[in-house]
């Protein structure tokens, strides 16, 4: 089964805080076994809710307990195969996050369309789908894979496993709860973490402004008359933008949370770009901005064309370069929280230099996305200023397009370019 919804880019997930069953629900969990084997179950061949399905869930269970010992959740999936294309969800993906999550007492089973059964007593491999950076924060996603033995058109498939996370860790519960296949019924029970002896009580949080978590980056940089731009920048991440960087790097020492930083802040940026952090952050604080400095040089920033030397109107635009390609999109869009990004750059000319044009400014308003981007010129130097606001978490499919359009018009902005007159000594050279 391809990797569930539970995992996606930071660029895609919607976290469901769900409080509707809790403990009180009287429901099996998911690891107390298999359920037994239905004779109408066998006996179905489509599902009129789910026209042409090549396979669809006939039950899905999750129980979580978060508790501050032994915080687990326990999963249990019922699949019915319907055409031989729904075979391949045989192939069973179970994705975790290595830093603080394992998946255990895995057990597994094919119904054959005449209700025998086989056992799954094959091997579990584990692999890696994501090893990497994302926003600057480090993230290492595994799966545990393993295939379901003599699966037919009409076979039922049940597996179950649990996730165990980190002890004497506070975990954010959530659920994704679209999948692949068409789901028919699904049970999802809820044992919230509580430190009295009341059982603790339910709150309702409101969803944050993407003010509220923000990268902020301010520069004054150089442009020499070789093409090279050097200076000091500062970056200052607010709310969930900072805290999200200190949970990343909380066990870290000093040079790991360096590199951390220098290494987000390189993949900003499309150019092969050097780059050295200049301060200490603090990371202890969980209440103020978490604020870097940096000794930054991007080589070859300007490109030359006859007489005219020509620099890109944004610097920090790698983040936005390849969201969205994808003509078709059948989910929905998510974002993990709303946020904002928002840069202020002043660039020195080399001496002489003057600005021949700058392009036009930048001011989309998709209501819930917001795109300005403008260059301002003086004697000697310009000023760039852009920003970029999310403000939701979760957009239906339909509304794809009109997104994917929106981050074209980004992309298209960010690509603009400053036509500049080098001076008489350099123009001859």
Known sequence: MPVTKRLATRCTLLFLFIGVL???????????????ISPDELKMTS??????????ILFRQVDRDDNIHTPHEDNYFRIKILTEEGRKHADIEIPFLKENENVVALKARTIRPDGSVANFDGKV???????????????????????????QVGSIIEYSYTIDYGEYTLFNSQWVLSDELFTKKAVFTLKPFNDDKDGGTWIRTTLPQASESRIERAGKLKLSDTGDLEGKLSITYVGLEAMYRRLEEQHADEAARKKYLEDGLKEQIEAGTEVDLT??????????PLVAEFDLKIPGWASGSGRRVMIPAAIFTAGEKNVFDHAQRAYAIYFEYPHLKADDVTVELPAGWQVSSVPPPQNQDGHVILYTLKVDQSPGTVRLTRKFTVDFMMLEAKYYTALRNFFQVVRTGDGEQIVLQPGEIHASN
Request: charged letters at 20%; hydrophobic letters at 35%.
């Open 22 to 36: 809790c403990t009180a629900t009287h429901q099996a969990h998911a690891s107390l076994g298999f359920q037994a």
């Open 47 to 56: 599902d009129p809710q789910a026209p042409g399905a090549p396979a669809i």
């Open 125 to 151: 491999f584990e692999k890696y789908l994501l090893k990497g950076r994302l926003e600057g924060r480090q993230l290492k996603v595994l799966a545990k894979t393993f295939t379901l033995p003599d699966v």
């Open 279 to 288: 301060n200490k952050p603090d990371w202890t604080s969980s209440e103020t």
